[in-house]
């Protein structure tokens, strides 16, 4: 099951004006490894909420953690293209 590691200040505005959210979530694999991924919510309902495939890999939830904390708001834009559908 999904765990929420982090949820950001940064807003991230996508190119039609819309304003998400961000926020870092994390989940155990069977051989008790984490990978962690980010997530865009949108303010607005009727939007979809954005997910990046796997960003990283950690050997435990503590390191995973730390990764979280660690990133910036222009790491955020580049994950936010690589969340975005392709058309």
């Known amino acids: 099951m999904a765990r ?3 949820e950001y200040t940064t807003v991230v505005v996508s190119p039609d004006g819309t304003n998400y959210l961000v926020r870092t979530y994390g989940d155990e694999r069977l ?3 984490w990978i962690g ?3 865009f919510h949108p303010t607005d309902p ?3 909420v954005l ?4 960003e990283t ?3 435990n939830l503590m390191d995973l953690e730390y990764w979280a904390t660690g990133l910036e708001p222009v790491y955020f834009q580049g994950a ?3 969340a975005h559908p392709k058309s």
């Open 57 to 59: 890999s950690q050997p």
């Open 37 to 39: 991924w980010i997530e």
């Open 46 to 48: 009727l939007m979809a």
């Open 31 to 33: 051989d008790g490894t």
């Open 80 to 82: 936010f293209e690589r």
């Open 51 to 54: 997910k990046t495939e796997q």
């Open 4 to 6: 929420l590691l982090q």
